[in-house]
Each structure stands twice: as C-alpha cells, then as structure tokens.
C-alpha cells in the first residue's frame, strides 16, 4: 500500500479538490475522487448526478467502476481512494466492496456518511463475508481540509455558510450533528435546498466571498 506520510498522498488529496473546482465548472456540486497507488492514478472522477439526472453518480462510485476495469478488486487491496469530502453510506458500502484498502478525506459529513454516522468503512461485520467485502480499510480523515473547505466557500459562499451552520460538513473530529427528526435527508438534497433558499436557480462560481 502506499506511503501516506509522504507527498503523494497529499497531491492526491489535492488533485481531489482540484476536481472539485472542475466539477463546479460542469455544473456539478464540488466532489471529487482519486485512487492511487504510491502517486500512480488508476481512475479519477468527479460526480455526475446533475448531468445525468442519476443520483446514484457519485464520484467515488464512478471512479471504482473505471478502477475496476483496469485492475482486480485483490489488487485495490494496495490501493488507496482520495475524496475531498467523507465518502456516503452508499460509497462506503461499494469501497468495502471493491476491497480498498485505504479511505483518505478532508471534510467530515456526519449527517449522512459512511463512516461518522454509519460506520460501514469500520465495520468489522461486514469482513465475515470475504467472498464479497474486503477487510476494514485504514482511514485517514481531516487531510487539506482547510484547502477543501476553500474549494466549498469559493463555489458557493452563502451556501456554504449555511452547511456549517446547520453542521452538514464539519471538521472530522466533530463527531455530533443534531438533526430534528423527519429533517433528515441526503446531502445533495440539502445541498439542493439550501442552493435555491439562498437565491440561485442554479449553481454560481463567481458570487462574492464571505468571512468563513
């Protein structure tokens, strides 16, 4: 497996932001993944659940599948998938799959995801079936985080001041998120919800910077 603490891990990292500015330019919300391999990218990807009307187009999912059709699931054991933002239950679900065996993220998404909320990233259960899931990944949380945040404040800044204030993504070590039950959604849909609420039928780049 790849050497986290060296620079690699890091410009993976940042190639995930990077992406995620890409995605802003597609007229996406601001994901993006990598997996790699000691610097060496196998798939890359950015979601396309807008452009596809599709809402099961994450990211990490489509970079699993174009990483699948290069490599064996026993070879992503080595592997490490890079996300800007703490992959969803439905990400993490495909990640313990495809047998990865390294999670590294910036941002924490403690309302919906797969490891703060869920815990499928961590569940040692799920190793029991070795025929279908792979064993419990390394995680590493909180890389570039203020790096990625940017990303997020720069895409949209009031509606980025609104996912802090109602805790949608936060600092991994955040791990309490109060939400009022019947509230709970995904965070594309909030993210959906607090776009139009804050006055764009649509997702702006250029709208003026607030203090964060």
Known sequence: MDSFAGSGGQSDLARCIELSRVAVSKGEYPFGTVIALNGQVVAEAINRTIRDRDVTRHAEVIALSNAQK??????????TIYTNIEPCAMCSYCIREAWVGRVVYAIGSPVMDGLSKWN??????????????GEVPEVVSG?????????WREWNPLVWQMIKLRG???EPSAHEVRVRLGQRRSLCHCLQILTVRSGKSRIETEAPDVNP
Do not use: K, M, N, W
């Open 70 to 79: 290069v490599i064996s699931r026993e070879q992503l054991r080595q592997y």
């Open 120 to 133: 499928i990233l961590r569940d040692e259960g799920i190793s029991d079936i070795p025929q279908i899931f």
């Open 143 to 151: 890389v570039l985080l203020h790096e990625a945040q940017q990303a």
């Open 168 to 170: 949608l993504l936060t």
